[in-house]
Structures are given as C-alpha cells and as structure tokens.
C-alpha cells in the first residue's frame, strides 16, 4: 500500500469523507425508517447534519478547566479513533488491509464505548454515571459473543478482514454473522437494547452533561459508528474475490445500508429490555450461536 | 447506597411530582413521594364561587377527566336539591364519560409504551387518541374542557350520532387487531411489565386502591355495576378482573375496558331516547348536603358537597382516584430495579393536577 | 358484604339513616381506631374522609367507608382541633390526614410525624382555617390577589 492511497483511504473512501456523508445519511434513514413505521413524516435527508452543525454553533457551558478539557478531549478522541476503524476497513483492492488488522479494528471500535464510559463519569453528573455504568454492563455483555464471533471467523485465516469472509465456510459464518447482527443494536444503542441511552429512566445516559461542540463530538462518533460496524458487517458476510474495484464499492454500500434498514426496523417494533435481561440474553443466545460458530471452525467442519 | 430523585421535571413524568428512591445497586430500597407542586387551592376557591362559576372551576381540576369532575359537581347538586335529570341527558352524560375513559386509557396506553421504550405503539395510541378527540370536540364543540354538564341535564345534545358511531367502531377495531395483540404477546413489552411492581389484594385493600389498579389485584370493583348512575344499569358491559397484580395486568385491564367503553359508547348511542337534554333555569340549591361518586377513568371519583342555601357552596371536597392509588407506589417500588421505577408509577396512571388540585 | 351486620356491628345503638347517597351517622365519641380496627378485618376500604368546618368553628371529620352499593358515612368531630390517628391502621389514611392537617390545622394524635401533603415543609398548617374570611369579595379581581398573605407577610 503506497502513501497516496493509504492518504486516500484515510480521507476520502472509506475515512473521512465517506464516513461523515454515510454517518448522517445512516442515521437519517434509521430516524425516517423509524417515523414512517410510526406514521409520521420524518425529517429531511440533511436534518443530522444541520443537528451537528447547530450543536456546533452552540456556546458550551464554562466549567472548570481541567473538566472541560477532558469533557472536549473524550469526544475528541472518540472520534478519531472511530474514524481510524472505518478507515482500515479493506473496501478497495488497492487497501487490501494487512495480516492482523482484524486486531486493530475491533480495538479502534471499543475505543468509543469506553470513552463513553470515562465521559459518563467525568461529567460528574448522577444520570452521566448511571448511564456510563450501564453503558461498561453493556461493554461486557455483548463483547462475549462479538468477539468469540469474530474469533470463529478468523480461526483460518492470518487474521485480515479482506480474507475472513474468504476463508471461513460458509456455516460458521451464517452462525457468526447472526450472532454479530445481534449485538450491533447494542452497539448502536437501538431497541430493543438502548439501554444506556434510556431518556425515560435517565435521561441522555452518559452524554447527559455533555453540550453544544463537545455533544457535536460525541455525535459524530457515533455516525462513524455506524458506518464502521454496517461495513464490517457488510465485509464479513460478502466475499468478494477478483471483483472490480466499483462493485466493491457498491456492494460495500449496499449492504451497509440494509443492514441499517433492518436494524430500524428491528428497533421500531420493540420495546427496550432492562439490563439484566438483556445481559442475560447475550451471555445466553447470543454467545450460545457464536460459540456453536467457533466450535464448527475448531472442528474444522 | 444511593438517594436518586425521580422529579419533580422528568422526561417520564407528564406532570411535576417527585419520587426520591434510595438504591442499592439498581435495587429500590426505600421510596418517598411527594405531592403538591400542582396545588390550586381549588377546593377553597369553589366555596368563594357561585355554583354557575363552580362548574367552571371545577372542570379544570384535571386535564384529561374535566368531564367528570362536572358531572360529578352536577350531581352533587342535583342529589342535594333532588333535581332529576331527562332521560336523554343521562346517555348522552354516558357518551360523555366513556369517550372521556377511551381518551384517558389511550392517552396512559401510549406513555406506557413510551416508558417501556416502544415509541410506535405509543404512536399508534396517539393517533387513536386524536380520533377520540375528534369525538368529543364533534359533540361539545372543545377538545379538553367540554363544558357539558349542568345541574338538571347536558348543554348540548349528539346531533350527528352516525359520525360517533363511524370513530368508535374504527377505534375498537384497530384496538382489537393491534393494540391489545401487540401489547399482551409481544415478547419485550411481556419482559418489561410481567411480575414488576406488584401489588397485593391486601395491600390495595389498605392503601383503598380504586378502579384499574384495584381491578389488576383482583378487587372486583367498579361503581358503573355495583352503584349504577346515570344510564349504566341499562347497558350491558363486562368489568374485567385480573388476579396478578403486575403492571402487566394492569395493561390488560385498562386495553380491555377500551373495548367495553367502544360498546357502551354504541349501545348508548343506539338506545338514546328522544326528549329533553336539560331542565329549565338553573335550580336553586337548598340547604343540606351530599357525598356522590362515580367510576372515573383512572378510578372512583368523590365529591362531598355541603350547601348552606345561598348562591355559593360551603364546601366541596374533591377526593380524585389518583390520591387514592398514589401511596401505592411506594410498595409496589420496594425490590424493584431502578429501571422499572418510571413504569411502575405511571401503571397507576397517576394524575397530579387531579391529586393536588 | 353483609351490610347490616356491619352497621350494627360498628354501633349497635347507632342512628343509621339511608340518604340517596349512602348511610349516614352522627356519631361524635366514636372510638375512631376501634372503627378502623373493625373495617380493616372486614376489607372495609377507607374511601376518604372528609374535614368541614361546622358552625361553631369546630371541624366536622367525615369518615367513608365503602360498602358496596353505598358509601357509609360517619360523621365526628375534632376536639380542640384533635382527633386520633388511624393511619398506622390503614395506610389510606395517611395522605388524607396530612392533608386535612395542611388545611385546618388538625392534630392526629399518635402520628410520629404529619409532614404537609400539599403544602410546602416551612408552611404553617391550616391553610383553609386561616383563610376562612378571605376571599369572599363579589369583585373576582380583588378576590384573586389582595389579603391573600400567610403569617411571615409571604404573599402566596
């Protein structure tokens, strides 16, 4: 991978560019989704972005020095390392990815939840520490099947995202796929999972303190979230072998964004569980598919 | 150990109130509510209005039930000055009040489901809340204080009772083929609300819990069957009574009296004598005095009522269904997770402009 | 329930009288506990009760019970402003008390505390007692802000 290709990937496709115009375009489509299904209208395809802006526009709080900069720099950091995850993702051939980047990846996604959580705390507020601590339950609720998912898909290969869908059979990864289609909603903080995000029980969780540019922060990183877990998802589950550079591409897209429709959808007809259903749920059914998944890679059936 | 407010401004709370709750964990250890950050003063207000002016008043004790709280006024009048009512007025008082119970019971089905976090049912309740606004606006001409009880009769009679007809038979429907299947086997909405917040026979006995919530503990009580006013005893409807005492019962109950209010509604509409809506110039009162009650929406409303023979009455005590099934959610808290605390004290559909007055 | 049985139950020598509105009592040394006692065992419901000021500026307590198709009503009175508890009996009463205190100052005797329901802590209670000639203007505008004060001049 030469620089000026990894300098593209970076910041135009799949980094920052894309990701910024995918993130808000994701989260609009789950917000129209989510109103058409209610009988609504729903807002306008640039609504998301105009959010950002205004929260941008705004005039944070004052707040003492060191707890506004750690307040700035949690977010700050969030987003960047968000955006690194969605920037390895090995779309293009030219960015085929290197040997371990699975690694890499999944630690750039933790990175966000678990500045989330420090930010719950460090806001000092009641309803931020409630939030951050069902926020880490969460962590470690759907982390098991997630990770021993990804472990079943990787167990052949040198642990590079462009080979795992390649490489795994195809049984082991409809079980893991399954199982990683499971905790996405919780990761997203969708229904029926959203529970570190509950307004009704405490209020905004962990971003509750959280105002203005700094929630714009904590916003964007959870745009790029989006993008980067729809398109690991959409990576794992197509294998694509000798294709064009452009179909890549599309089907990259495309599947990311389906699986933003059904996760709306999903997430429009139910309600949301309490924790510890929801903890039990993953350590349970989630875990149950994707260990059955990393017991067909061991057997090597 | 923690101390974590609950109010008195909460997104889960429609009105202010507060519920402060000591945890251990996410576990609800102890809880204190505190009332009367709504507090009018409307009971001594209305002994310094004439009884005209009193209606007025009276109305605007609650936001959702204002039809009963006239009703409830006029027939303490009337019981004390021994006026009758025409018989019309006593269904279309029936239309009234059961329309108003649709709108109260759709408007708690859908702050429910926004509590448990399902944000389409709510919407879907919304929406079929708004159709029975429709109704009432169509029949008093307002969407929230109806101005349409007056000592001796109604204000305004149904003229287009086919419309009501239309609305209703469409709110039952769509209640019988989604609401109630959605809400009783959806298997989140089922996780959410069965087993939380109980509450025992025993205890709504002692607390003298009223209406749903006391029909959810298997109390079998419901003043449209047991003390019938105005036209019940000629209607038939079912009362429904759940043994289990959860949150989850009272959602059954209260989808189910939707559909027994759709056909009281109907039959009312169907049986409604031709006549008279109201008695001539509003009676004078004599001296004496009255305690009367009714199944409101949320429960069994009193009114006691003393008159001293002038324009004014001597006192009016308002005792709402609210004041009655709001200590209850202190032992219904008790064990509970935090994260239940929200629904738990909305199951009782509590209503604190009623409770504080 | 049988209903009879109960009333004679309560007060064998009692006055009953069946209003439209229910069974009514006068019945001023009614032993309040021992009544509350009684409809506790029975699953008698505390409905409400009722403080209304009587003219000679004693304060009548209406207790109701329900009892099926009628609300029982017994009527007593407060002396010097003090009538027993019956809250540690049933719950119900609880609330009502308190809020009977807020507005004619009443003491329930045996009560560790009677926090203000309606009122705010640093309120003095009886709200409606202190009161009781305010208001009365023909004038609504009058009515609705002058006089209106509590005892430390805070207007309300």
Redesign the interface.
């Known amino acids: 991978m030469t620089a000026s290709f990894g300098a593209i990937q970076l910041l135009v496709f799949p980094g920052l560019l894309y990701a910024f115009v995918a993130g808000f375009f994701m989260e609009w489509l789950q917000r129209k989704i989510n109103a058409r299904l209610q009988g609504r209208i729903g807002p306008p395809f640039y609504q998301p972005f105009f959010d950002f802006v205004k929260l941008l526009g705004k005039k944070p709080i004052p707040r003492p020095p060191l707890q506004g900069f750690i307040m700035t720099a949690l977010p700050a950091v969030s987003v960047v390392a968000t955006l690194g995850a969605v920037a390895i993702l090995p779309v293009l051939s030219t960015g085929i990815g290197f040997s371990g980047d699975v690694i890499l990846l999944v630690s750039l996604i933790e990175v966000g939840p678990l500045l989330a959580v420090l930010g719950g705390f460090a806001s000092r507020s009641l309803w931020g520490g409630l939030g951050a601590s069902r926020e880490a339950v969460m962590t470690a609720a759907y982390n098991l099947p997630f990770l021993t998912a990804l472990i079943a898909l990787a167990w052949n290969s040198d642990l590079s995202i462009g080979l795992l869908a390649t490489t795994a059979p195809w049984h082991v990864r409809l079980l893991a796929m399954a199982a990683i289609l499971l905790c996405l909603p919780a990761k997203l903080h969708l229904n029926p999972f959203s529970i570190s995000s509950a307004e009704q029980e405490i209020y905004a969780g962990a971003t509750t303190e959280y105002d203005g540019p700094r929630l714009a922060l904590w916003e964007l990183a959870h745009s790029f979230e989006w993008v980067a877990l729809t398109g690991l998802f959409a990576l794992l589950s197509v294998p694509m072998v000798g294709v064009a550079d452009l179909w890549r591409v599309l089907i990259f897209v495309g599947v990311s964004l389906a699986v933003v429709v059904v996760l709306s959808v999903a997430a429009a007809s139910t309600a949301r569980l309490k924790l510890a259903q929801t903890a039990r749920w993953f350590w349970l059914w989630g875990f149950l598919l994707a260990l059955s998944a990393l017991g067909l890679a061991l057997a090597g059936i | 150990m923690s101390k974590i407010p609950l109010g008195p401004f909460h997104p889960a709370l429609e009105e202010p109130y507060k519920i402060e709750v000591t945890c251990t964990g996410e576990t609800i250890t102890d809880a204190e509510i505190t009332v009367g950050f709504n507090f009018r003063g409307i009971e001594w207000l209305a002994e310094r209005k004439n009884y005209t002016q009193g209606i007025a008043l009276l109305e605007r004790v609650c936001g959702i039930c204002s039809n009963v709280h006239t009703m409830m006024f006029c027939r303490a009048v009337e019981s004390i000055g021994a006026i009758e009512v025409p018989e019309r007025a006593k269904y279309i008082r029936v239309v009234m009040a059961e329309a108003e119970r649709l709108h109260s019971h759709l408007l708690w089905a859908g702050v429910a489901c926004n509590l448990i976090g399902f944000e389409t049912l709510f919407m879907t309740c919304f929406s079929l809340r708004e159709q029975v606004m429709d109704v009432l606006e169509g029949i008093s001409g307002n969407r929230v204080n109806y101005a349409m009880n007056r000592p001796g009769g109604v204000n305004r009679d149904i003229t287009d009772p086919a419309s009501v007809l239309a609305a209703i038979r469409t709110i039952a429907d769509v209640t019988t083929k989604q609401l109630i299947p959605v809400l009783t086997t959806d298997p989140t909405v089922r996780a959410r609300c069965a087993g939380v917040g109980i509450l025992t026979r025993e205890d709504a006995i002692a607390y003298g819990a009223v209406g749903p919530m006391a029909r959810a503990s298997g109390i079998d009580i419901d003043l449209r069957k047991s003390a019938p006013y105005e036209a019940y005893d000629q209607l038939s409807f079912d009362v429904p009574v759940r043994q289990e005492g959860d949150v989850f019962a009272r959602i059954v109950i209260r989808a189910l009296e939707i559909l027994e209010s759709c056909k009281l509604i109907e039959q009312a509409i169907e049986m409604m004598p031709v006549g008279p809506i109201a008695g001539g110039l509003f009676p004078t009162v004599p001296e004496g005095e009255a305690c009367v009650r009714i199944e409101a929406p949320r429960g069994e409303v009193i009114y006691y009522m003393a008159s001293n023979g002038t324009d004014m009455p001597a006192r009016v005590r308002v005792r709402t269904p609210t004041f009655a099934n709001m200590p209850t959610a202190r032992v219904m808290a008790l064990g509970q997770g935090l994260s239940d605390l929200a629904l738990i004290q909305a199951s009782i559909d509590p209503c604190y402009s009623c409770t504080d007055r | 329930m049988d209903v009879n049985a109960l009333l004679l139950e309560l007060n064998p020598q009692g006055a009953y009288e069946l209003?439209?509105?229910?069974y009514w009592l006068v019945w001023p040394e009614v032993d309040v506990r021992a009544m509350a006692r009684l409809m506790?065992s029975r699953?008698v419901?505390?409905?409400?009760m009722?403080?209304?000021?009587a003219a000679d500026g004693s304060l009548r307590v209406?207790y109701?019970w329900?009892v099926?198709?009628?609300?029982l009503?017994v009527e007593t009175t407060a002396t010097d402003g003090r009538l027993a508890t019956i809250a540690d009996i049933?719950?119900?009463a609880?609330?009502i008390e308190r809020e009977i205190r807020d507005?004619y100052a009443t003491e329930f005797v045996g009560r560790e505390t009677t926090a203000?329901?309606?009122?705010?802590d640093t309120d003095a209670p009886g709200?409606?007692s202190r009161?009781s000639d305010v208001?009365?203007q023909t004038d609504p505008a009058e009515?609705s802000r002058t006089t209106l004060a509590t005892k430390d001049g805070e207007s309300r």
């Not at chain 3, 209003?19 to 229910?22: E, I, K, Q, W």
């Not at chain 3, 099926?68 to 609300?71: D, Q, S, T, V």
């Not at chain 3, 203000?116 to 705010?120: K, S, V, W």
């Open positions: 209003r439209r509105d229910g506790r699953e419901r505390l409905a409400t009722t403080g209304t000021p209406i109701h329900d099926g198709a009628y609300l009503n049933l719950p119900a609880d609330w507005y203000p329901l309606m009122l705010r709200l409606f009161t208001g009365h009515t």
